[in-house]
């Protein structure tokens, strides 16, 4: 599930249940509208309430720290519980995206 919350400037996307191939592929179409139409500064995935990543949500990520470059805009991912953040760093994503609050 996606929740949109969007002031023009900043995108906040709120990610909740599991974030596999299924789920990944509606949240990438719901987003890279959103990105195209407002072509925010930042874009942040907020995690919080996601249970399990596999690697397509590393491709989700990817693709939307793409597109956020593509527009001039940056993204950041916050609120990933130990779990996922370890996922991220692991598959070399850590040192290319900022992520905050993590643990």
Same mark, same amino acid.
């Given at each position: 599930?996606?929740?949109?919350? %969007?002031?023009? %400037?900043?995108?906040?996307?709120?990610?909740?249940?599991?974030?596999?191939?299924?789920?990944?592929?509606?949240?990438?179409? /719901?987003?890279?509208?959103?990105?195209?139409?407002?072509?925010?500064?930042? #874009?942040?995935?907020? +995690?919080?309430?996601?249970? +399990?990543?596999?690697?397509?949500?590393?491709? #989700?990520?990817?693709?939307?720290?793409?597109?956020?470059?593509?527009?001039?805009?940056?993204? #950041?991912?916050?609120?990933?519980?130990?779990?996922?953040?370890?996922?991220?760093?692991?598959?070399?994503?850590?040192?290319?995206?900022?992520? /905050? %609050?993590?643990?």
């Amino acid at each position: 599930m996606l929740k949109i919350y %969007n002031d023009g %400037n900043r995108i906040t996307a709120a990610i909740s249940g599991d974030l596999d191939h299924h789920a990944a592929r509606e949240i990438r179409t /719901q987003l890279d509208d959103v990105i195209a139409r407002s072509r925010p500064e930042l #874009l942040i995935l907020d +995690f919080g309430d996601v249970g +399990f990543m596999d690697s397509s949500g590393i491709g #989700l990520i990817l693709g939307r720290s793409r597109s956020m470059r593509a527009v001039g805009g940056e993204l #950041l991912i916050k609120n990933a519980r130990r779990e996922i953040a370890e996922v991220i760093k692991i598959s070399g994503l850590g040192s290319l995206i900022a992520m /905050q %609050n993590v643990g």
